[in-house]
């Protein structure tokens, strides 16, 4: 069965504290993705990457990093946590090509509160 | 910014079939089109895709016009626990493969 993994579902953090969000794939996909979601917004791409140590920026990256050192692994930092990152995170990843039909597998969410 | 437009909501009595519409007027060549669902709180779950033809698998039927300009899920015979908001979803070549999400559609089917 496919999985895409956060490591955290709910986590909460103090105001400037560095954040990471992990997120592990266990289908060997080279694309991988970081989204945000708020009420009213829906999903916005913060970050992306097509394969070890490449990274792409979304449509709002800002205060956000990310690293992918491993192909299974791609993870989110928070540099210094602000109260308007207070959201949930969703990680998904395909398979292939950018313009593949592969399907996109995304992972539980990971709910954070920053205060 | 190419993206996909879809109505904020819709509802459905139980047991009849759900038409979910999504436009995506500026999608070329081999890009697909995709539907996912989110049920609150959970990660959105995979429903269908395509490309040209319509697709239909044990949860949906994906209709593609044939200028590829706009699509329809169909859920045939809605039930409670289909209720979710649904994402039309597609990857576009000029936005580097990204995926674009729509705003969704909340389907809310009733008894």
């Known amino acids: 069965d496919v999985k895409v993994t956060q490591s955290s579902r709910y986590l909460v953090k103090r105001t400037g504290e560095k954040v990471f969000l992990e997120c592990v794939q266990d289908?060997?996909?080279?694309?991988m993705f970081w989204y945000r979601q708020d009420p009213g917004l829906g999903l916005r791409l913060i970050y992306f990457?097509?394969?070890?140590?490449?990274?792409e920026k979304g449509d709002i990256p800002e205060g956000y990093s990310v690293s992918r050192e491993k192909k299974e692994r791609f993870s989110l930092i928070l540099e210094s946590a602000s109260t308007n990152q207070t959201s949930m995170y969703l990680c998904?990843?395909?398979?292939?090509?950018?313009?593949?039909?592969?399907?996109?597998?995304f992972g539980e969410g990971s709910w954070l509160t920053v205060v | 910014d190419a993206k996909t437009t879809q109505p904020t909501s819709m509802d459905c009595a139980e047991g009849r079939a759900a038409n979910l519409p999504c436009n995506h007027s500026t999608i070329s060549g081999n890009e697909y089109v995709y539907w996912y669902r989110q049920i609150h709180s959970q990660g959105p779950q995979y429903i269908i895709h395509?490309?040209?033809n319509n697709e239909t698998n044990e949860m949906a039927s994906l209709i593609i016009t044939e200028d590829r300009k706009s699509s329809t899920l169909i859920l045939p015979h809605a039930t409670l626990r289909d209720t979710a908001v649904y994402y039309c979803i597609v990857r576009y070549r000029n936005q580097g493969g990204k995926l674009i999400f729509g705003q969704g559609t909340e389907l809310s089917v009733k008894p």
């Open positions: 395509g490309l040209k």
């Open positions: 289908m060997d996909h080279e694309n």
């Open positions: 998904a990843s395909n398979k292939g090509a950018m313009v593949s039909g592969n399907t996109i597998y």
């Open positions: 990457s097509y394969d070890v140590k490449m990274k």
